[in-house]
């Protein structure tokens, strides 16, 4: 760990892979997990005494199966819902005790949790924790489902992806409904930092998770975490499909400091070259879950999620800070 | 025998005794969500902080359910966390009432009774914490503004106590108590302080291997609020069972210690008796309806009934010794219950009551009364009413109706 | 899971996790594993970064990564991310085969 600000904090992958793990090995998550990717990688951008709140779910199941856990730092997890609230009480109990005297030193808040957590049930305690103006670090995982349970729809499942509570049936062809812009609602809080992040561009997420601890306040990263056994794709190609989600503009990555948005440099590459956006079928292709959008009936699924994709990335270049 | 401490004798309702006795007890975490009538409670608080007369975190959590989420992490952080709520609240929180008591969370939370919806009512009735009745929370109640006051305090260093480690739930009639200005004696700030103490925290064994302070430290990392598979689960309800076990003797341990500071005690803690030691019939009620019924008792005595309140104050744990002893030469009684258990054979008082005493050689008739639901007004009259049928039933040995609906247009 | 389960009374109370998931051997999970050409191998540790397991590590004083097999899922990402193709995923038997 170390306490550099993100300004000076100059590090190499040698320099990430001799910090000791946090989140360590025996965990139980699928083969291929991109959560675990994320969070094994999210936990050596710590800069000092840090404290994890997790929400149920995949990550939270696999990594505290008792007695074993996979946490060497604090860790609590009480219910689904409110991560966030977790966060409040933890941040207002080290300020109620460094007021008494009887915490010396700062300890950075942390709270995860996946779609599930984050865009629905957890969705009011997110907000209101931010409203509150908590100093604490919000990381989504997004596996675009709610995998622990099965694979069921989330708010942040895509258009089009079947999953267990949409499926690819004879009459509806999976999601109907948008992936909820979650990014987005967290802007309109008006709130000191929001980044979006995938795993693959390693360095730029744990620059922004830096960031995002450095905060004094709330801060939220969105991170893209694909999840091969939900999404019906290769466990090998679990990084290949974060940066494809990049290189189609499924997923872009920014950040927005007190509002102001940026491109991060993945995406901004695009933005100038725009010639190098691949088109939507190169993500969908090899996901079990976007099959069924391979067949004449329902070509019309992928052009309105290409649209869709189109008019984000339009709107979001809009408002991002030139280059 | 000690003389008790000084005392300043000052207006208060219900709810301000509370927020007044949760201020002096130095908490360092209020996280809470106004609901009536447990209002006043957050709003005097609310005071408190803004005029920087305590240097508590006061959390204005966006609903219930994150307002105990918020109490049990800073709890779990090593803060003394306390809260309020009532009916929809309560019953909003219902899923980390479980959960914290499950952590082993001293939260205290005062509960100014009230009924559930539907339809939607604000006065005062159980049918809140009643409900909650298995969620592993110690059930204090209370008869006045005093004794909420004086229980805020007592609750504290019960729930914290390292054998007991569950969160206590003190209830108080809503309107009843919460918003009614009694004369409360109120001891010092100082004097409270050094009667509760520093929290101590129980010890457990981390995955490190260490053996240290049940608390989020990043010194001693360890985790919280496991999955546990069935291979596992079920020792740790017994261990919260456990805990209220002992939350039977410390409940009566703190009753006397706080006699010796304030004059004050409640029967034994447990159980408050009224003219019940040569009671021919008696009636065994919870909360402040308890206050109606002395002078209905008193009436009686002096007409030559032998006429006896018992005052169920700890609800949970049940007190099934005190009960039985207490209540051993009876000849009926009659059972108050201020909710209802619908589809149940009478109210969840009456049937702890009834199973506490079936194992007994005595045998007496006890029949239920369900009174005051949504906050309707039982009077004396009706609560003769129920001494008179008693005195029938002891007669005859015969019930004519086991469950009976006091005040309702029938 | 060896020996006798302890009661309710031996336990920690609150749930508190008594043992490190490190004493919990995943590798056992995997049906193919990966092998390691060292002539390809530039050391660029993209592997160690992305195993969601961290059952790839850095040994800096030997100046090389080395597979941790006890842990290792074979779920493949190490093989297809390696910028030089270094990593194969091969069925265990086969890597007998070639020894």
Redesign the interface.
Known sequence: MTTQTTQEWNFTAKDIATQPDLFLSGHRACAGCGPATVLRLIMKATRGPTIVTEATGCMEVVSSIYPYTSWNLPWLHTAFENAAANASGIDAALKAMSKKGKLKEHIDVIALAGDGGTYDIGLQALSGAVERGHDFLFVLYDNEGYMNTGIQRSGGTPLGAATTTTPAGKVIPGKLEKKKPITEIMLAHDMPYVATAIPYYWKDMLVKVRKGLEVEGPAFLHVFAPCPRGWRSEPGKTLEYSKLAVETCVFPVWEAVNGKRQLSTPSKLIALAPQKKRPVTDYLAGQGRFRHLFTPQNQHIIDEMQRLIDERWQKLTQKCEPA | MKEPAKQETMALNGDEAVALAAKQCDVDVVAAYPITPQTIIVEKFSEYVANGEVQTEFICTESEHSAMTACLAASLTGARAFTASASAGLALMHEMLFVTSGCRAPVVMAVANRALSAPLNIHGDQSDSMAERDSGWVHIYVESSQEAYDSIIQAFKIAEDLNVSLPVIVGLDGFTLSHSLENVDVLSEDTVKQFIGERQLPTVVTHEGKTVPLKLDPENPMTMGPIAFPNYYFEFKRQQQEGMNNALRRIQEVNSEYAELSGRSYGNGLVDTYNLEDAEIAVVCVGSTCGTLKVVVDELRQEGVKAGLLRLRTFRPLPVEDLRKSLANVAAIAVMDKSMSFGGLGGAVFCEIRHALYDEKQHPPIVNYIYGLGGRDTRPSELRGVFEDLIGIAKTGRVEKQVNYLGLRE | MSGK????KE????????????????GD??TYMPVRDLQKCTK???C????????I??Q?EKGDIWF?FS?C?????C???CPTKAIT?ILPKEEEKEK
């Open positions: 389960e302890k009661s309710w336990i920690s109370i609150a749930g508190v996790c008594s043992k490190s998931s490190v004493g919990f051997l995943t999970w995997k660029c540790l993209t160690v970064m992305f195993c969601p397991e961290g059952a590590k850095w800096p941790d842990f899922k074979g779920c493949g990402i093989a297809n991310e995923m």
